[in-house]
């Protein structure tokens, strides 16, 4: 059963909203190779590679547990008071939660003149009441948010487990990190604040987040939201006919904006617009007070961004506008625009050391690395052009936002070793 989904996976793969592939990266520089190999040669690194291997099950345990705590948008708490629980278990120097939520644990280097995190999500997109009771068929995990991110939590945990046991000392501070708001409406407040000057300095940021070994996210890709809301006074059908109606404003909205938008994006760098989410009336006989709709551009290009806000802006101006004008009584609509998203893009070269380490990294398991865009937590530190990587968290997954997400796995003890040596690598073992 395994290696046939495996196969399969091989052959058909899947690519998650965070995994945008760019481009395939041959171009490993010797050095870096040098040093992750002669890293992986040190006997406290074997020793830390052999646990992790041999403390696949508790993996998978803490796995199940955390999975099974749920953390909607906005309300992380449960399942950031466990993860606080579990990381003091395996022993830590330091754990807190800061303002906004966000768990970070530091274990302080010999020398601790840099920072380097180690970061995955707690939150998952999945509203309050759902079921993410763990169910095993066969051998595959069956959970909302059982792959995007749990898996990543748990590694989390053994990576710090495994450098306590194998008394690994390094010379930078390792800050081990679980962020909230990193899925939809969150819109990366935990990460942004931790990168704002009430957050901690970090000089290296290392993001597990989606996909097999192989990913090495490098480049940010950026989103802007809106929630536009038309409202009107509303009325009945018949009674009140002739007056503005914010459905039938909105409704123009979208029309003009998909015209425009799909012109504007025919050419040029990519860029995409979706209207996700449409919410307002009470009944059909009724005239609706109110009428909004979520809106989605994502773009690799900042200034495509802001183009796009221009082309939004002006859609529902005119919609506004051409309502009012028709309208036979009554007060003319009005329209609030909320901004409720904002995603910086950017990109970090290739040759930049830590790049170059989960390159090579990733050619030590035997994958072929590829450099790739995508919305993670690394968008922020990437857009400050602070050093920054989101990498796979392992095993095969699938169907991730999804009831019906799953996790199997396969080899997936391989990603918290990965996840260790590139740590070590960026942060250097102490003396």
């Known amino acids: 059963m395994k290696q046939l989904l495996f196969f399969l996976l091989l052959v058909f793969p899947i690519l998650t909203h965070a995994q945008i592939k760019a481009k395939a990266v041959a171009s490993i520089?010797?050095?870096?190779?040098?040093?992750?190999?002669?890293?992986?040669?040190?006997?406290?690194?074997?020793?830390?590679?052999?646990?992790?291997?041999?403390?696949?099950d508790q993996t998978l345990k803490d796995h199940i547990t955390l999975t099974e705590i749920e953390a909607p948008p906005f309300k992380e708490e449960m399942r950031a008071a466990k993860f606080v629980e579990m990381m003091k278990?395996?022993?830590?120097?330091?754990?807190?939660?800061?303002?906004?939520?966000?768990?970070?644990?530091?274990r302080k280097g010999t020398s601790g003149k840099k920072t380097v995190a180690l970061d995955a999500h707690l939150d998952t997109v999945f509203p309050e009441g759902t079921d993410v009771k763990v169910k095993m068929r066969g051998d595959t995990l069956y959970a909302p948010g059982i792959a995007d991110d749990t898996r990543?939590?748990?590694?989390?945990?053994?990576?710090?487990n495994v450098m306590n046991e194998a008394n690994i000392k390094t010379d930078a501070n390792v800050l081990f990190i679980?962020?909230?708001?990193?899925?939809g409406l969150g819109d990366l407040r935990g990460v942004k604040h931790i990168f704002s000057d009430k957050g901690v300095k970090i000089d290296s940021w290392i993001a597990i987040d989606g996909g097999a070994i192989g990913r090495v996210n490098n480049q940010g890709l950026g989103s802007h939201r809106y929630k536009i809301t038309y409202k009107g006074p509303g009325g009945h059908s018949w009674?009140?006919?002739?007056?503005?109606?914010?459905?039938?404003?909105?409704?123009?909205?979208?029309?003009?904006?998909?015209?425009?938008a799909n012109k504007f994006t025919a050419y040029g760098p990519k860029t995409s617009y979706n209207v996700g989410v449409i919410e307002g009336g009470t009944s059909i006989n009724s005239v609706p007070f109110e009428s909004s709709m979520l809106v989605d551009m994502r773009s690799v290009s900042p200034a495509r961004?802001?183009?796009?806000?221009?082309?939004?802006?002006?859609?529902?101006?005119q919609a506004?506008?051409?309502?009012?004008?028709?309208?036979?009584?009554?007060?003319?609509?009005?329209?609030?625009?909320?901004?409720?998203?904002?995603?910086?893009?950017?990109?970090?070269?290739?040759?930049?050391?830590?790049?170059?380490?989960?390159?090579?990294?990733?050619?030590?398991?035997?994958?072929?690395?590829?450099?790739?865009?995508?919305?993670?937590?690394s968008n922020i530190p990437i857009a400050m052009g602070i050093p920054a990587v989101t990498i796979?968290?392992?095993?095969?997954?699938?169907?991730?936002?999804?009831?019906?997400?799953?996790?199997?796995?396969?080899?997936?003890?391989?990603?918290?070793?990965?996840?260790?040596?590139?740590?070590?690598?960026?942060?250097?073992?102490?003396?």
């Open 239 to 260: 009674g009140a006919f002739g007056l503005a109606n914010p459905h039938h404003a909105l409704g123009s909205a979208i029309h003009y904006f998909t015209k425009a």
């Open 320 to 377: 506004m506008d051409a309502q009012n004008g028709i309208r036979r009584l009554g007060e003319a609509l009005t329209v609030d625009v909320e901004k409720i998203g904002d995603r910086p893009s950017g990109e970090l070269s290739e040759t930049l050391p830590l790049i170059q380490r989960a390159m090579a990294c990733t050619a030590y398991f035997g994958k072929r690395p590829e450099l790739t865009r995508g919305s993670t937590n």
């Open 305 to 317: 961004l802001d183009s796009m806000d221009q082309i939004l802006l002006t859609a529902v101006r």
């Open 392 to 431: 796979g968290r392992g095993g095969v997954g699938r169907n991730a936002h999804s009831l019906d997400e799953w996790w199997l796995d396969v080899d997936g003890y391989k990603a918290a070793q990965m996840a260790l040596l590139l740590v070590l690598s960026e942060s250097g073992l102490g003396k």
């Open 89 to 106: 278990a395996v022993g830590i120097d330091s754990i807190w939660i800061d303002e906004v939520g966000n768990v970070l644990a530091l």
């Open 178 to 183: 679980g962020s909230v708001g990193e899925e």
């Open 29 to 56: 520089e010797p050095s870096f190779q040098k040093e992750i190999k002669k890293l992986s040669r040190r006997t406290v690194v074997k020793k830390a590679f052999q646990l992790i291997e041999a403390q696949n």
């Open 152 to 160: 990543a939590l748990a590694i989390l945990i053994r990576v710090l």
